[in-house]
Nanobody
Framework: QVQLQESGPGLVKPSQTLSLTCTVSGGSITTSYYAWSWIRQPPGKGLEWMGVINYDGSTAYSPSLKSRTSISRDTSKNQFTLQLSSVTPEDTAVYYC?????????????WGQGTQVTVSS
């Protein structure tokens, strides 16, 4: 059973960089051909795909967030990390990590529970 767990600060100040880590258990993030995504849901809005890191380490980002987003991984810890720079209150959301079996279908078979991030001074 694959499990994903998000971790990181729940409160970030405007203009700072948000950093979240997803720890994966029950499966390796380097296993072909899985992809590992970050998705968020602002209050009262739908899900927004932010970006992905593939099994081979390649990345792709949402065009609307590309200039502020970076996804990296630590294969020794089976983790991947999201960094979102220059945050504003509009970045307040529940952030999820998820596994995508067939990239780029945007269909996910395993999700983390989500972590609330609030951007406020």
């Amino acid at each position: 059973q694959v499990q994903l767990q998000e971790s990181g600060p729940g409160l970030v100040k405007p203009s700072q960089t948000l950093s979240l880590t997803c720890t994966v258990s029950g499966g390796s993030i380097t296993t072909s051909y899985y992809a590992w995504s970050w998705i968020r849901q602002p209050p009262g809005k739908g899900l927004e795909w932010m970006g992905v890191i593939n099994y081979d380490g390649s990345t792709a980002y949402s065009p609307s967030l590309k200039s502020r987003t970076s996804i990296s991984r630590d294969t020794s810890k089976n983790q991947f990390t999201l960094q979102l720079s220059s945050v504003t209150p509009e970045d307040t959301a529940v952030y999820y990590c998820a596994r995508e079996p067939y990239y780029p279908t945007h269909r996910y078979d395993y999700w983390g529970q989500g972590t609330q991030v609030t951007v406020s001074s």
